[in-house]
């Protein structure tokens, strides 16, 4: 488990308290354990154990919990994107990449589409491919600001765009 030092408060929201974005590596970081263990122990949502179980690293506890929460409420797109999380965090990119291209098909012209696109865009980073991700957070950002989306979520977008861009010109 990454644990994050210094100010993180520009960090991009990850969706729950105690956790953020990395803007250098885009992926979830807990910066505060204190609000993360209340927050927690205040949830009764499944998917935010899993989401929590992804970021401390432990993809197996993660797919377990999903397992049972998959069962229960098979058409979630939210525990549907945590499956694609799981083979992300797993290395496992190409098949994540492939689950996200999935829903983005099932999900097309659709409110959601900007989620999957901004999750498919991190998996596109994660495995290195920088260039599939400038362009699937691009679209994502495009979508949200179409949207007049959350400004939370416009800001993950534009510092994911932004950093991808970054890797992008240093491969050139």
Not at 51 to 78: M, N, T
Request: glycine share 6%; proline share 4%.
């Amino acid at each position: 488990m990454l644990m994050s030092k210094g100010d993180t408060s520009d960090w991009p929201d990850a969706g729950f308290p105690g956790i953020r974005i990395n803007p250098e590596t885009l992926m979830p970081e807990i910066v505060n354990e204190e609000v993360l263990a209340e927050a927690r122990t205040a949830s009764t949502d499944p998917g935010d154990l899993i989401f929590i179980r992804l970021v401390e690293g432990h993809p197996a506890e993660a797919a377990e919990l999903l397992a049972e929460a998959r069962y229960k409420d098979p058409g979630s797109l939210r525990l549907r994107i945590f499956e694609a999380d799981v083979l992300r965090v797993s290395n496992r990119f190409d098949r994540a990449i492939e689950v996200f291209r999935q829903l983005l098909a099932e999900h097309h012209e659709t409110l959601e589409e900007a989620a999957v696109r901004q999750h498919l865009g991190r998996s596109y980073f994660a495995a290195g491919n920088a260039a599939a991700a400038v362009e699937s957070f691009a679209r994502a950002l495009d979508l949200r600001v179409a949207g007049s989306a959350d400004a939370a979520l416009i800001y993950a977008s534009t510092v994911a765009l932004q950093r991808a861009r970054e890797v992008l010109d240093e491969q050139s």
